[in-house]
């Protein structure tokens, strides 16, 4: 199970398909002219995403 390092929590895989499917709802869809790697949602994405390949255990 991977690791959520701001609680310590282990999250399951599914834990992390339900991460992400709220996060993109979230997102605010501004297309490839005015998006930013900035962008907190988009950050999250990629954070959560990332739990995905370093799994411990």
């Known amino acids: 199970m991977a690791v959520w390092n701001y609680s310590s929590k282990e999250v399951s895989e599914e834990d992390l398909d339900k991460a992400l499917k709220a996060v993109r709802e979230a997102c605010f869809k501004c297309g490839k002219e ?3 790697d ?3 949602i ?3 994405v990629v954070e ?3 739990l995905r ?3 411990e255990g």
Request: net charge positive; aromatic share 0%.
């Open 48 to 50: 959560i995403q990332s």
């Open 42 to 44: 988009h950050k999250l």
């Open 34 to 36: 005015m998006h930013s």
């Open 53 to 55: 390949g370093s799994k």
């Open 38 to 40: 900035d962008c907190s």
